[in-house]
């Protein structure tokens, strides 16, 4: 069986008003988004292959989901217009649609389902036509059934139209609530209704009351109080002595101090009544705030730290670096090869020479310990090319094109990268989280402390630039 | 902003009708004219029902404004909050600290019944 998933902008046009920027499909419902919802009930339905479906932009969701090897199915995109009926649909599709049987999810549905309920042989055994269908949209299969007529009975499964923010505000309560879980939610949970992700930072003196869902890179400060009832999307900041109470925070928000964020939606800078739909858009550090990449002023003036900075570090390396450099060359262990990579500039690239130091012997240990290996990447510091600090750069290859896309909105290229100042990465993932964390929550200076720590870090550092 | 005193409960109320935004950019207005409006009254009205925005410094200037009349023994009631703006008083829990009215006219009233002075 193969999956169409058939989206039209009318819809879901109403989400924009609250979730500016947010494309439909990615809005997440408990941190997860939405898209996967859809993909994880399609796998359990038996389904080999998904299509989806839109009459709108589908650039973010193809950039999310990728081809769909994440889920171990392959996802395919088409553009449809917004006068084409269901039978044109399936007519322009005709080559995904021929010969297979096919679930179509059709409209703007959240599908209620339970992820320990085998829908793929009642749907095998279901004949031609509609399942489900609600005001917003339905659930039919087309072709013929593969296995002998089951009765639906009580299958748990349901539609509900996602037609406005207090549906969906309720829904994301309703799954909050839900002891047993019908959906596979992110985060850790070793406990009932109680999900978090990586690299949460929680104060001694917050105080968490369960049902919560916190996501990755969070920071809940002195004195705060989340939940009961409280998703807290990643990379949000609450502030002291604020509360989260029956609310959803959508990722990328700052709650300011001493707020009492109580049954609301919070989106960046945007405060949502569910019940009401009455929203205000605010930009006051003080209450509600997006977080944003830095702004150009702030770049600037980090640009300038980090120069100032590589003209320290230059200075203090010069004599190690004359001298034990011309040893290790001649010992062999001084290695040196060149590649291009990613800068964080789009589909620009920089050619650089990397140096591994074959750490055996004292002179290699020591020049490894004082990071000369870095010292030629620093003089790319005084000219703008590389950060002193931030993200690994990424080897430009048609592989490494698409982790390098997944991680442009942050990625700064530099000669020391965060994760030398943690002990704890050991895999890309590790490193990535790292990296995003400070590159969202750092500062100039806090750049240059990050900076003495990796170096420090480097002394005992066993491996070498990945 | 306007200003007028109301007499109709035999106490001297200034009414003040806030307008439009009260930021950063004006907030030192609205103490300064409180500051005026105290010498002829300390019992005060706030008619909220063309203030479109308040941020965190109008807030902190009405609260002033709160605070100065309490100390001359006066009270300052809001009336005729947008939902926009009420939801500004409640999540910075500003809301405890005011007495608010659905209309100007129920907030005059109540300096009738219980009103201070």
Known sequence: ??????????????????????????????????????????????????????????????????????????????????????QTVIDKNQRFCSEDRILIISGFVFIQYDKQYNYKTIFASLPDGEILSSNRGSLRLRGSRTETQHDMGNIPLSLLGFDSID???????????????PYVLPGYSNEAYCHIGRNVV???????????????????????????????????????????????????????????????????????EPESGISIAMDDPHLLTGIHQSGSAKSLFQSIVHRLAAILLITLQLIPFLLL???????????????????AVSEKYLILTT?????????????????????????RVLIGQLAIIGSWPVVATPSSITEYSKTKSWYRAAVFSYAETEEWPVNPGDTAIIERYYAAHGNPMKD???????????????NTHP | MTFHIDTSTGKKLGIAALIGRIDSKNSSELITSFALWQQQT????????????????????????????????????????????????????????????????????????????
């Open chain 2, 42 to 117: 300390s019992l005060f009205v706030f008619d909220c029902a063309r203030l479109d925005f308040i941020d965190s410094s109008g807030l902190g200037a009405i609260v002033s404004c709160l605070r100065n009349a309490i100390e001359h023994n006066g009270d300052l009631k809001l009336a005729n909050l947008s939902p926009k703006v009420s939801m500004v008083f409640e999540i910075t829990k500003a809301k405890k600290l005011f007495s608010m009215f659905p209309d100007t006219g129920s907030a005059i009233q109540s300096f009738e019944t219980n009103g201070t002075e």
């Open chain 1, 202 to 272: 929680i104060s001694k003196s917050a105080e968490i009351r369960k049902p919560v869902i916190i996501g990755n890179n969070v920071q809940i400060l002195a004195d705060s109080i989340i939940g009961p009832k409280a998703v807290i999307g990643s990379n949000v900041i609450i502030d002291r002595e604020s509360s989260v109470i029956g609310s959803i925070v959508l990722e990328n928000t700052y709650i300011g101090e001493h707020l009492e964020v109580q049954n609301k939606i919070a989106s960046g800078n945007i405060l949502i």
């Open chain 1, 167 to 181: 549906v969906y505000y309720r829904l994301c309560m309703e799954i909050l609530n839900d002891i047993s879980s």
């Open chain 1, 448 to 462: 240059i402390a990050l900076t003495i720590k990796a170096l420090l870090n480097r002394i005992h550092e066993t």
């Open chain 1, 355 to 379: 140096t591994t130091i074959e750490r055996t012997g004292p002179f290699s240990t020591l020049a490894s310990a004082l990071s000369l290996d870095r010292f030629t990447l620093l003089f």
């Open chain 1, 1 to 86: 069986m193969k999956t169409l998933i058939i989206i039209r902008e009318q819809d879901y046009e109403w989400l924009d008003h609250f979730f500016p920027g947010i494309h439909p499909l990615l809005v997440p419902i408990c941190n997860k988004p939405f898209a996967e919802f859809l993909i994880d009930f399609s796998i359990l339905a038996g389904s080999e292959a998904i299509r989806l479906v839109m009459d709108g932009p589908l650039s973010d969701v193809e950039r999310y989901c990728e081809n769909g090897n994440r889920w171990g199915i392959p996802i395919s995109y088409a553009s449809i217009k917004n006068t084409d009926d269901l």
């Open chain 1, 325 to 343: 450099t011309p040893i290790l060359i001649l010992q062999g262990k001084w290695k040196k090869s060149t590649n291009s990579y990613f800068t």
